[in-house]
């Protein structure tokens, strides 16, 4: 593990896996301060056979401590910017989840130096014109201060499809509403998240580009996945049939997915379509 600077932040993040293998694989968390263990602890050493893995803890989470400030897609891509220039050798391959989709594709337009290809999963340009996106938010952000209860029951119930929840069953569904407490940090996460609009920086995107959205999604509906494909030029697409936190639901998938699309050595689009 490792921190440095930016900003006045000190940014957590973790490497591992194998160097000097190709371009490192660098995991951008979504909303929720217990940031990127949560996210990536299960699925990313599915990555690490034959690469470096680097997972960075953005503002609002646990692990990196700043100021308390409002958040914004620029700020948040400074941290992630600086931690691929201290933990990598070269352009990675850049893979947001969610909120960090918004991060990673703000990386890709404001640095394509730095990025060889991106991946951007359940992700969304803007909310305030989504009145279903723009009312969950809120939504969060009222039980938040007044029921954190409620608040992980559902942040639970909409991160994953009906199916899955019935499939784990009660116990385990139970389990699964600690996992994303309103702390100080997710609330600063859902406040940047009613906010946040890349459009404008979408066309800047030069990377050749993988959209991934999940067809169950009740936290950021599938619609939004297929307006970022049609936004980035020369995009690919892929849905999975799951909920938002899709690699959850359908790791294997997942991970196929991935793979794949930065593996391949052909020209600058995927097999995966």
Not at 8 to 32: D, I, M
Not at 102 to 127: E, F, M, S, Y
Request: hydrophobic residues 40%.
């Amino acid at each position: 593990m490792a921190t440095i600077t930016v900003g006045g932040a000190q940014v957590h993040y973790e490497k591992y896996g194998k160097s000097g293998s190709g371009p490192a694989l660098v995991l951008v968390h979504g909303t929720g301060s217990s940031g990127a263990a949560v996210n990536w602890g299960q699925t990313a050493p599915r990555f690490t056979g034959h690469r470096t893995v680097i997972t960075p803890d953005l503002s609002g989470t646990d692990a990196t401590v700043d100021g308390g400030g409002p958040l914004t897609a620029e700020g948040l891509a400074a941290q992630v910017i600086a931690v691929i220039e201290d933990a990598a050798d070269g352009p990675v391959d850049l893979l947001g989840f969610s909120m960090g989709a918004t991060v990673a594709a703000t990386v890709a337009a404001l640095r394509p130096d730095l990025v060889r290809r991106l991946i951007l999963a359940a992700g969304w340009a803007h909310t305030d014109s989504d009145e279903y996106l723009r009312s969950l938010f809120t939504l969060w952000q009222d039980l938040g201060t007044s029921d954190p209860a409620s608040f992980g029951r559902s942040v639970a119930m909409t991160g994953f499809s009906r199916p899955f929840l019935n499939t784990i069953g009660r116990d385990q569904f139970e389990a699964l509403i600690p996992n994303m407490p309103p702390t100080e940090g997710t609330l600063r996460h859902i406040a940047y998240d009613l906010r946040v609009d890349i459009r404008p920086l979408l066309p800047r995107i030069q990377a050749p580009t993988l959209v991934i959205g999940a067809t169950q999604d009740i936290t950021v509906p599938v619609e939004h996945s297929r307006a970022l494909h049609a936004a980035i030029a020369g995009s690919s697409y892929a849905e999975i049939d799951a909920g938002h936190v899709m690699f959850f639901e359908q790791e294997d998938t997942f991970v196929k997915l991935v793979t794949e699309f930065t593996d391949f050595t052909g020209d600058s689009t995927s097999p995966t379509t």
